[in-house]
């Protein structure tokens, strides 16, 4: 288990020539990394760059970031205790309530599945992956994507639903072959942060079979896949769900 926690001045009667003033300060974010470890380094990395970009860069962001051991919550995924995964995500949740976070993200699609235990059992804002990229792919006016993520992600109504009941977006999934596929070099490549050129290969053909069923764009539904699929793997746009979660975050730790 690892915890990073934020480094908040003490008082003194000289602190304010040093420190900015309270109510300068960005809203601390609190982070449930993963599952696998390369999402939370690539969030991490990339809530630090884009308050650097706002701010300047000496600045970086103020956030907390709790990281748990993905192979149980694996497991519990392929027995279906999500019931399990869902109390983990909860007691996680209220350790960074308890080191000073201001509002909560999950560093994972999957996770979200059990969205509504969470924000039954913790009072703090949550960032939510699905709304803040649903809304994005509504902005740029797509109105079927291609739908890329974990086996679970894929066949789970979870993220589906809510993009064409909300935002009247239709998202096409692979086929059954593909996505026990895409699951097989998530667990043997992408958690481990890699992913072969013959991998790759088989995404392109799995993006091209999407757009060849109509789809306007990829919603890349695992926060993974932005850190090994490129503008070049693909004939239209793909939205990253990983990049649109740490923008909605940062945009409301500055706000």
């Known amino acids: 288990m690892l915890i990073l926690l934020p480094i908040r001045p003490t008082a003194s009667k000289d602190s304010s020539a040093i420190f900015p003033a309270k109510n300068h300060e960005s809203k601390t974010i609190g982070i449930i990394g993963g599952m696998g470890w390369p999402s939370s380094e690539a969030y991490y990395k990339l809530c630090n760059q884009l308050v650097s970009d706002r701010l300047g860069p000496l600045h970086c962001a103020n956030l907390v970031l709790i990281q748990t051991d993905f192979d149980k919550i694996n497991a519990w995924e392929a027995a279906g205790r999500w019931d399990l995964f869902g109390n983990l995500l909860v007691s996680l949740a209220q350790r960074l309530v308890g080191a000073g976070a201001d509002m909560i993200m999950i560093a994972c699609n999957t996770a979200h599945k059990t969205l509504p235990h969470i924000r039954s059992r913790i009072s703090l804002p949550i960032v939510d992956i699905v709304e803040v990229t649903s809304l994005r792919v509504k902005h740029l006016g797509f109105k079927t994507v291609g739908f890329l993520g974990t086996i679970y992600t ?21 086929n059954r ?17 890699s992913m072969s050129e013959t991998s790759k290969a088989k995404f392109r053909v799995i993006i091209h079979d999407l757009v060849s069923s109509g789809a306007e764009a990829i919603v890349l539904a ?16 793909m939205v990253d769900t990983l990049t649109e979660h740490a923008k909605a975050a940062v945009e409301r730790a500055l706000a």
């Open 154 to 174: 894929m066949e789970d109504d979870y993220f589906r639903g809510p993009l064409l009941n909300e935002y009247g977006i239709t998202a096409i999934t692979p």
């Open 177 to 193: 072959k593909q996505r026990e596929m895409i699951q097989e070099i998530l667990e043997k490549e992408v958690v481990r942060g």
């Open 222 to 237: 695992c926060t993974e896949f932005g850190q090994h699929l490129r503008a070049e793997d693909s004939t239209v746009p």
